[in-house]
């Protein structure tokens, strides 16, 4: 023992005879307390302000409770139900049972609600039911339920209160894709005068692209020409950049209404100069023509400063060196400058990207009913029709769609190389 000792040496200790790894240990622990303190506000916001949200708009987006809170007992007799010939008896006296209790009348209300996304007669038809179901005391129930409305005695009455009974349910998602299910719970596609919203998410994904590419062709010679002025005039060029972050989203999008009009600015101006007559004034406005230009020049900032910020670490060098090489101006801007810029392409790219797929306040105010994205549809259903759980499943694949185009960009380009200044 003693000539292990000797082998390994004194063992090193603190001033106040603590082992100095046992030391390090505990001051790496502190260290590492402190710096989680540090950034426990911010997680906690991030949590409550973003992760409960996401997660509670996936939960909504499958959730279909309704049924079987106001009719348990039915809910349970109908999963038993073949769906061929009208339910049993006991299926019809449940149902009168549990629509006259009074104390599910609130329950009533939000499974007729729910019912009636499904079908547009259920609200009315489930609301006369409840109110004459207490006057029917004795079977035959069936009879007396198809005497209060002829519906009940239709097969496919029951068979959709059937579906909508489970309460994890993917209506919700197939709705959000133009598909339902049929009478025999099949997936199928809508009626034609229904398929809305698979062409939506295309006409978004297709505004955004075609907003990203002006972006970037407007904002690429403003990028490189605040890398390239002396500093007075950059500057000066920066502020006028930056003036719109500095101005109200909602101003900004009025003054578009304003100039885009029919009687606006740009139409007064091009008629005064005889490029167009007073009677064929350009359609500038309430229509996608005037969702893309405010869009565009709204999203133009996020496009520029990334831009910017990656140029100006581009030494003037390299352009001279290619010079002095036999290539021509253009040709060493295109060989040599443009990549190097790619990093802040893809950054500002992606970024005006994300913002205008899910954009909401200008398409609302400019786009009128032609220039209206799906972001449009989910605040409809969020604020009007009450539909969240449509709204939260067209969210849900938005966000999906985010998501997967984020990832295509880090296969192709690669997030490392993405810069924002």
């Not at 007669?121 to 489930?126: A, N, T």
């Not at 910017?308 to 002095?324: D, E, Q």
């Not at 500002?348 to 990207?353: D, E, H, Y």
Request: proline letters at 5%; one cysteine or more; glycine letters at 6%.
């Amino acid at each position: 023992m003693a000539q292990m000792t000797e082998t390994a040496g004194p063992m090193i200790t603190t001033t106040d005879g603590t082992p100095l790894k046992l030391a390090l240990a505990r001051a790496t622990r502190r260290s590492k307390l402190r710096a989680f303190l540090l950034v426990a506000p911010l997680l906690v916001f991030i949590v409550l302000t973003f992760i409960v949200p996401i997660l509670d708009m996936l939960t909504r987006s499958v959730s279909n409770t309704e049924v079987q809170t106001a009719i348990p007992e039915t809910a349970a007799l109908l999963a038993e139900w073949d769906g061929r010939d009208l339910p049993p008896e006991a299926v019809f006296a449940s149902m009168v049972r549990e629509l006259s209790d009074g104390d599910r009348r609130r329950d009533v209300s939000r499974m007729a609600a729910r019912l009636n996304y499904e079908d547009g007669g259920f609200r009315s038809l489930l609301n006369k039911t409840q109110r004459q179901a207490a006057r029917i005391k004795a079977g035959p129930y069936r009879e007396a339920m198809i005497a209060v409305d002829k519906d009940w005695g239709e097969t496919r009455t029951w068979k959709i209160i059937q579906l909508a009974s489970p309460t994890v349910t993917m209506s919700y998602y197939l709705n959000a894709v133009d598909l339902t299910y049929d009478a025999n719970g099949a997936i199928v596609q809508q009626p034609e005068w229904q398929r809305i919203y698979v062409h939506l998410f295309l006409k978004t994904i297709y505004v955004a692209l075609g907003v990203t590419l002006a972006c970037l062709v407007l904002a690429y010679p403003i990028g490189y020409l605040l890398a390239t002025l002396p500093p007075s005039k950059g500057n000066l060029l920066l502020i006028l950049v930056l003036l719109p972050f500095w101005t109200s989203l909602l101003v900004r999008t009025t003054s578009w209404i304003v100039l885009l009009q029919t009687n606006g600015v740009i139409n007064d101006t091009l008629v005064w100069l005889g490029v167009i007559d007073t009677d064929n004034r350009l359609s500038m406005i309430y229509n996608m023509t005037g969702t893309v230009i405010a869009m565009t020049h709204i999203l133009m900032p996020f496009m520029v400063l990334p831009l910017y910020s990656v140029m100006k670490t581009i030494s003037p060098s390299y352009l001279r060196a290619a010079r002095s090489l036999g290539a021509n101006p253009l040709v060493a801007f295109v060989r040599v400058y443009v990549p190097q810029t790619v990093p802040g392409i893809g950054a500002g790219s992606i970024l005006v990207f994300i913002l205008a797929i899910g954009y909401y306040i200008t398409p609302a105010l400019v786009g009128g009913q032609d220039g209206q994205l799906i972001s449009n549809f989910i605040a409809y259903h969020m604020q009007k029709s009450l539909n969240w759980g449509l709204a939260a499943a067209l969210g849900a694949i938005l966000l999906a769609g985010v998501m997967a185009m984020y990832w295509l960009y880090d296969r192709l380009v690669g997030v490392d190389n993405m810069k924002l200044g």
